[in-house]
């Protein structure tokens, strides 16, 4: 799958696929869905592709390059929000009919990105220093520290965001029905994907370093 590649091309594509993913779930976060009577926001979708790569860095790469890649994700989703909000202000000319529904979409209120940005700090970190403590401990148990990672750093980034964000807004048994079901929707997710997250940290182990 990646034999043309070097595992310091890969780290540059992983980088690119990681800031991406990111700044696109802060993007459909606003808009939530009906799981089965379960309210989630639409972030879910592609927030656990962010936590496997997230995976897959630590594993293969180490906790320093994945904390590198996870600043790198934030400043360059700050940038991104920041754009957004000058594009909002900035008047449109009159034949510019779309005004309300771009600013619906990309506006954000300030709450929830200070939720998003300390929760996407705190859970990815977790997620990223388990990987490692967890590798020193038993480095063949792959599938328990992909999955207790993601479990814990999906769990406290839903526990910071959805408090931050939601609190006083709706009930609290309601509030406590999203953490609990967005933690366990995205760790679900991973396990399922598991057996493509374990073949592509295994193709890129095997690749050269330059």
């Not at 927030?47 to 994945?66: C, S, T």
């Not at 909002?88 to 209120?109: C, H, K, Q, W, Y």
């Not at 769990?155 to 609990?180: K, Q, Y």
Request: one cysteine or more.
């Amino acid at each position: 799958m990646f034999e043309n590649l070097t595992k310091t091309e890969l780290y540059a594509m992983l980088t690119g696929v990681f800031t991406a993913c990111l700044i696109i779930s802060n993007i459909i976060a606003g808009k939530t869905f009906d799981f089965f009577s379960i309210v989630l926001h639409c972030g879910v979708i592609i927030f656990p592709i962010i936590y496997i790569v997230n995976d897959i860095l630590a594993e293969v790469y180490g906790y320093k390059k994945a904390r590198n890649v996870i600043l790198l994700g934030f400043l360059m989703n700050l940038v991104a929000v920041i754009c957004y909000n000058v594009t909002i202000i900035l008047p449109a000319p009159a034949f510019f009919e779309n005004s309300e529904a771009f600013s619906t979409v990309l506006g954000s209120t300030v709450r929830l990105l200070i939720a998003s940005f300390i929760a996407y700090l705190a859970g990815s970190l977790v997620n990223a220093k388990l990987m490692v403590k967890l590798k020193k401990w038993d480095e063949d148990k792959l599938f328990l520290r992909c999955i207790l990672s993601t479990l814990f750093g999906e769990g406290l980034d839903a526990i910071i965001f959805i408090t931050i964000g939601f609190l006083g807004t709706m009930p609290i048994e309601v509030l406590i029905i999203m953490i609990v079901a967005q933690a366990l929707f995205k760790t679900v997710y991973e396990i399922i994907i598991y057996p493509l997250t374990s073949y592509v940290i295994g193709s890129v182990k095997a690749l050269p370093e330059n």
